[in-house]
């Protein structure tokens, strides 16, 4: 097993703590002059993109439909909506696409500014306080991490009175909600809004998801994104499904046209991609579980079981210095937990890559053994 040995070498981490890192994952802008390279000459574990894509069927719908610049979209996204409900099951008067989950996750912090407060599982992704906070909505925690869900819970004053925001499979843990235990909450709580940013992630088979429930109850609010499963994040697509007198409320607070042409055409295509859903599937639990291996042979470094596309990594070093440390001598972006208070310098977050990337990571976390000792980070 390798470890950490007290040795010396030459490296740059001295000079790592000054430029504070930025706030979410895949920011290589930020990232590349730290490592002296380009943007595309990093590898990137930051950011929780699927590694396979984008599907040719992206693309592909991308390139038919380019002529299309020069026309306003529908603005119903009419054409979307019915591939969005057939794909997932709903009705599509029950789907409003958005300018990726980030703008939809703005219009639930307004909507949800009116109850006495809102819960949110903790720790959890920085985008949810931005939102709140544009609107002045009130919230409280509720943490997850190496503590039992239900009974936290159960912990939760007067919960008819407010909001509960889950994410599930939860970010960063990895953590899978049972959708038994999320429907008593949905019977309890004012309003449920599920974040299932990453459920396309797990086959039909480990699948949680609560769309299916979204008829039986107008308080539950489901938000998706098809940028991280389909490898589309800069061209920003999510959707949210909940009750039709909801969404007509947050089309009317929206600006027109939040999703571009080639966003729509993108997103009709690939739910149809079955072939690449599929190679996802098949991926994903031998790559996961092989970089969880690899990070384990690593001294110091504690990985948690994870149901998705990344894993939340216990570092014995600084989290913030030690990205810093690998993007000066290893051209390797990960991502800090800076971002999660609860978290801060404990800790890691790593996307599953494929394979040979993992190689890459392991050995530059095992030439820490060549450091002095961690006085330097």
């Given at each position: ?45 930051s950011a929780n993109i ?188 999510g959707f949210v499904v ?136």
């Amino acid at each position: 097993m390798p470890k950490l040995n007290p040795t010396t070498k030459n490296t740059k981490v001295l000079s790592v703590g000054l430029v504070s890192s930025p706030r979410h994952g895949g920011n290589r802008q930020w990232a590349a002059p730290i490592a002296g390279v380009s943007p595309r000459e990093m590898l990137d574990f930051s950011a929780n993109i699927n590694p396979l894509g984008p599907p040719p069927s992206a693309l592909a719908a991308i390139q038919a439909h380019l002529e299309e610049l020069r026309h306003y979209p529908d603005p119903d996204y009419r054409e979307l909506k019915l591939a969005l409900g057939d794909f997932y099951g709903v009705s599509p008067d029950r789907v409003l696409p958005g300018n990726g989950a980030a703008e939809l996750l703005t219009w639930i912090g307004r909507e949800l500014a009116h109850l006495e407060s809102t819960v949110i599982l903790r720790p959890a992704f920085g985008d949810y306080d931005r939102a709140f906070n544009a609107f002045y909505s009130k919230t409280e925690n509720l943490y997850i991490l190496n503590r039992d869900f239900r009974t936290e819970i159960s912990l939760v004053e007067n919960p008819q009175n407010k909001g509960l925001l889950l994410n599930n499979p939860h970010n960063p843990t990895g953590k899978l909600i049972p959708k038994t235990e999320i429907l008593d909450c949905i019977k309890k709580f004012n309003t449920v809004v599920i974040d299932e940013a990453f459920m396309d992630f797990l086959p039909p088979h480990q699948d949680q998801s609560c769309l299916d429930l979204v008829e039986l109850y107008p308080n539950l609010i489901i938000l998706r994104s098809l940028t991280k499963f389909y490898s589309l994040p800069g061209l920003r697509l999510g959707f949210v499904v909940a009750h039709p007198d909801r969404l007509e409320r947050w089309q009317n607070w929206r600006d027109p046209w939040s999703v571009n042409c080639l966003a729509v055409a993108a997103g009709i295509g690939v739910v149809k991609d079955k072939g690449f859903q599929a190679q996802t599937w098949a991926w994903l639990p031998e790559a996961r579980s092989d970089l969880y291996r690899k990070i384990s042979q690593v001294e110091g470094f504690e990985p948690l079981p994870s149901l998705s596309n990344f894993l939340l990594i216990k570092t014995p070093v600084p989290g913030s210095k030690l990205q810093k440390y690998l993007l000066q001598n290893h051209k390797i972006l990960i991502r800090d937990c800076l971002s999660f208070a609860e978290l801060g310098e404990k800790y890691i977050r790593l996307a599953v890559l494929r394979n040979a990337a993992h190689d890459v990571l392991f050995k530059a976390l095992v030439d820490l053994n060549t450091l002095s000792d961690y006085s330097l980070f």
